[in-house]
């Protein structure tokens, strides 16, 4: 796929600190493993972006700046999707949106925003 930005972690952990232009899709896939994505530097410049994580065993981060809308459509079982990306809600409606969705089996998997982070567009 272009314009995707893969990130696999079996076993081990990470920080992934994305700069510059976004890509408009990030697969994050975590297994026995801590992830953390950090997008408050990243410059967003499609109208949409999606974040697919699939985590089993693993603990997920991801890190926002603010002026964003969130919108999450994900899963747990036996995990949860949380984090504080639900007060993103109150972004103007030209900002940038991310489809946050994924499956989190045994796992947590977060979003987070910074407040003191403005978004790059």
């Avoid at 950090?38 to 981060?61: G, K, M, P």
């Avoid at 002026?67 to 994900?74: D, L, M, Q, S, T």
């Avoid at 030209?94 to 407040?115: C, M, S, Y």
Wanted: hydrophobic share 45%.
């Amino acid at each position: 796929m272009e314009d995707t930005q893969r990130i696999i972690h079996y076993f081990s952990s990470g920080t992934h600190e994305l700069t510059g232009t976004l890509p408009r899709i990030i697969l994050v896939r975590a297994a026995f493993a801590m992830v953390r994505v950090d997008l408050r530097n990243a410059v967003f410049t499609s109208e949409q972006h999606t974040i697919h994580v699939y985590s089993s065993f693993a603990s997920v981060r991801v890190e926002f700046p603010q002026g964003v809308n969130i919108y999450v459509n994900a899963t747990g079982l036996f995990g949860a999707f949380g984090g504080n990306a639900r007060y993103a809600f109150g972004s103007p409606d030209d900002a940038p949106r991310i489809a946050f969705r994924g499956f989190a089996l045994f796992a947590g998997v977060g979003g987070f925003v910074d407040p003191e982070r403005e978004v790059l567009t």
